[in-house]
């Protein structure tokens, strides 16, 4: 599992080549995201910093029907009869460009058992002023049309400040019920409004367990912004574009045997660009026509200690800075 360093502008990121995972990144020496020990065959702590793709989450039962077919995916999820993750977060990607403050990586989905499609995802970590842009890209290099999802399982972090000591402010309006025995959707989705749910201002990460997905996202100039936010007012940000209009906010919690190493409580801002069970549903599912590409740009940053709700312009990439 390889690793690969990038630096620009006070920030640092470390990705494995192994499921392109996000490693680890700095601003200054201050993490803004969980980070791990690169061990050849070890999948990272609770799949921190993979991508997954060409699904993110699961699919129930493995089962879905496209195109007038029926599939059946492997089961990966076995205790909950799942195939969770799609194909790539434990396959070695390939290096395709590297410069000083940015690393390319790309990888084929090739065809699988109950998958016959043919992929190719490439994703670009890149720095500069206003942090860590990710870019992924997908192109259907098939001959027959596609469905495709994505998922990135990012643990954001405030620097040392243990994530109980936090606040969680997600762009959310809604979100999704789930079955708790198998983590598929139950119902519509509900607005977080009057809900033990409802992030969109500041709520504190103690007291709260959360594997739960949120959509309806509020629309800041064509961006989706999501925050850490430490005791000081300082926030580690996950911003998207719209085409992630689904987030899977999860809490790493010893108490339900999920802890992780080294830090207990943890928590995960996974953006998505559909809900669990996509391929069976159909909900926000991408369907790429052959040689068609997707793009989608997500980013994390450092945000010194403002008024959340308030905007005071563009920085130089065109993202809105707070």
């Known amino acids: 599992m390889a690793g690969h360093s990038i630096e620009a502008n006070g920030y640092s990121a470390q990705?494995?080549?192994?499921?392109?995972?996000?490693?680890?990144?700095?601003?200054?020496?201050?993490?803004?995201?969980?980070?791990?020990?690169?061990e050849p065959g070890v999948k990272p702590p609770l799949s921190c910093g993979l991508v997954l793709a060409p699904w993110p989450n699961r699919t129930g039962d493995g089962r879905y029907t496209?195109?007038?077919?029926?599939?059946?995916?492997?089961?990966?999820?076995?205790?909950?009869?799942?195939?969770?993750?799609?194909?790539?977060?434990?396959v070695d990607w390939n290096v395709l460009d590297t410069t000083g403050s940015s690393v390319t990586l790309g990888v084929a989905v090739g065809q699988h058992p109950g998958w016959p499609f043919?992929?190719?995802?490439?994703?670009?970590?890149?720095?500069?002023?206003?942090?860590?842009?990710?870019?992924?890209?997908?192109?259907?290099?098939g001959k027959q049309k596609a469905p495709y999802a994505l998922g990135q399982h990012t643990f954001v972090r405030r620097g040392d400040v243990p994530a109980d000591d936090c606040t969680l402010q997600l762009a959310a309006r809604q979100y999704q019920p789930l079955d708790?025995?198998?983590?598929?959707?139950?119902?519509?989705?509900?607005?977080?409004?009057?809900?033990?749910?409802?992030?969109?201002?500041?709520?504190p990460v103690s007291g709260h367990w959360l594997d739960t997905p949120f959509t309806d996202m509020a629309d800041e100039a064509g961006f989706i912004t999501h925050r850490l936010i430490g005791p000081d007012g300082d926030a580690t940000e996950l911003w998207t574009d719209l085409n992630f209009p689904w987030v899977q906010a999860f809490?790493?919690?010893?108490?339900?045997?999920?802890?992780?190493?080294?830090?207990?409580?943890?928590?995960?801002?996974?953006?998505m660009?559909?809900?669990?069970?996509?391929?069976?549903?159909?909900?926000?599912?991408?369907e790429l026509e052959p040689g068609q590409i997707w793009t989608g740009r997500w980013g994390l940053r450092y945000r010194a200690a403002v008024d959340p709700l308030v905007t005071t312009g563009s920085d130089s990439s065109g993202r809105r800075a707070r």
């Open 118 to 141: 043919d992929l190719q995802l490439t994703v670009t970590y890149s720095l500069d002023a206003g942090g860590l842009t990710v870019t992924h890209t997908t192109t259907n290099s």
């Open 66 to 90: 496209y195109d007038g077919r029926s599939y059946e995916l492997p089961i990966t999820e076995a205790a909950r009869n799942n195939a969770n993750h799609g194909f790539v977060r434990m």
């Open 273 to 286: 660009t559909a809900p669990p069970n996509a391929l069976a549903s159909g909900t926000d599912l991408i």
């Open 15 to 38: 990705i494995a080549s192994t499921g392109a995972g996000l490693r680890a990144v700095r601003w200054g020496d201050q993490l803004l995201t969980e980070t791990w020990e690169i």
């Open 251 to 271: 809490t790493a919690d010893p108490a339900h045997d999920q802890p992780y190493p080294g830090r207990g409580r943890a928590v995960a801002i996974e953006p």
């Open 180 to 203: 708790p025995e198998r983590q598929l959707p139950a119902g519509p989705p509900v607005d977080v409004a009057g809900t033990d749910f409802d992030f969109s201002t500041p709520q």
